[in-house]
C-alpha cells in the first residue's frame, strides 16, 4: 500500500491536553492485543457490528481511527482498502502501533501522537473516521473533537462510533480494565441519545446505529464452545449467534453500542 500521508497543517498542533495519556499504560495494551477468550469476544462483536454498518461503503481513501490503542481498527481498514492511518495521545500505544504495523507489512508513521480535539490534518482530508470501544469517555472535551471529525471528513465521508452501553445491567466492560477505568467508563460515555444530538451539533448526519454484544459472553461462550466440531471458525461462530439473536429480538440492546453518522454532501 502506498503511504501517501495525510498533510499535517502546523498552525492546527495542539498541546495533546484533551486527555490523559496514562489512563491506559503498556501492560493494559498488551492485554488488550493479547486478550483472553471474553475480552476477544467483546472486541470481535464490535468489529463486526461496526462492518455491518458498512458494508454499502466503497473501501477507498484515507481512514483515520482515532484512540487506535494497539492499532487494530487502523489494520482492520487498510485491510478492507483504505489508505489507513490512526492517533492515539498514548507514547505507549503509539509505540506498539508501530510495531504491530511493521509486523503487518504496514509503515511505521502510519500512526501519529496526537490530540484528538486538535487534529493536525487539514480539512477534507478522510474518507472513514472511526473511534471504538468507548474511547470518547477519555477525551475531556468530545464535543470539541467530534467538530474535528467533521472538518477532517470529506464532504460525504462516514464517522463510525462506538460506546458502552452503561445503562444495561449486563454490562461488565473488558476483564483488561482496571476498576479505574471502567468507573471513569461510567462516569463520562455519553447515552446513545446524547451522542446523536452531538454528532448533529457537530454537522454529523446519524444514519445507522446497532448494538453488539447482545448476550451475556458466558452464555456466548458455552453456546459457541458446546459446537466445537462445526466447520467455522469460533469468531465465526460467535458472529452468526450475534446476528440470529439481533433477527430474533430486533429490540435487544447490548453491551455495545455503535452509530454510523455522515458529513454532508
Known amino acids: 500500500m502506498q503511504n501517501d500521508a495525510p498533510v499535517v497543517t502546523t498552525d492546527m498542533i495542539s498541546n495533546n491536553v ?9 501492560s493494559w495494551y498488551n492485554s488488550f492485543e493479547n486478550p483472553d477468550k471474553v ?16 458494508s454499502n461503503a466503497v473501501p477507498c481513501g484515507k481512514s483515520l481511527d482515532i484512540g487506535t490503542a494497539t492499532g487494530r481498527y487502523l489494520r482492520a ?12 495521545i498514548s507514547s505507549d500505544a503509539v509505540s506498539i ?3 504491530q504495523l511493521v509486523k503487518s507489512g504496514l509503515e511505521a508513521e502510519r500512526v501519529q501522537k496526537m490530540d484528538a480535539c486538535g487534529l493536525e490534518f487539514a480539512n477534507d482530508t478522510f474518507r472513514l473516521v472511526s473511534c471504538m470501544m468507548g474511547t470518547l469517555a477519555y477525551i ?17 465521508g462516514q464517522f463510525v462510533v462506538s460506546n458502552w452501553l452503561t445503562s444495561n445491567p449486563e454490562l461488565d466492560f473488558l476483564v483488561a480494565n482496571s476498576p479505574m477505568h471502567n468507573e471513569r467508563l461510567r462516569a463520562q460515555t455519553p447515552d446513545p441519545a446524547q451522542l446523536m444530538r452531538s454528532l448533529s451539533d457537530a454537522g454529523l448526519v446519524p444514519a445507522k446505529s446497532q448494538y453488539a454484544v447482545l448476550l451475556p459472553v458466558q452464555t456466548i461462550l458455552h453456546l459457541v464452545t458446546s459446537h466445537e466440531g462445526e466447520p467455522a471458525g469460533f469468531l465465526d461462530r460467535v458472529a452468526l449467534l450475534e446476528r440470529n439473536v439481533r433477527n430474533l429480538f430486533p429490540r435487544r440492546q447490548g453491551q455495545i453500542f455503535v452509530i454510523l453518522a455522515q458529513k454532508a454532501i
Open 97 to 99: 502501533t508501530q510495531q
Open 77 to 88: 481498514w487498510a485491510r478492507l482498502g483504505y489508505d489507513s492511518f490512526g492517533i492515539d
Open 18 to 26: 484533551g486527555i490523559d495519556e496514562k489512563w491506559y499504560e503498556f
Open 39 to 54: 475480552d476477544e469476544i467483546k472486541k470481535y462483536l464490535e468489529y463486526s457490528c461496526a462492518s455491518e454498518l458498512l
Open 140 to 156: 475531556e472535551t468530545p464535543q470539541a473533537a467530534m467538530h474535528e471529525v467533521a472538518r477532517v471528513l470529506e464532504p460525504g
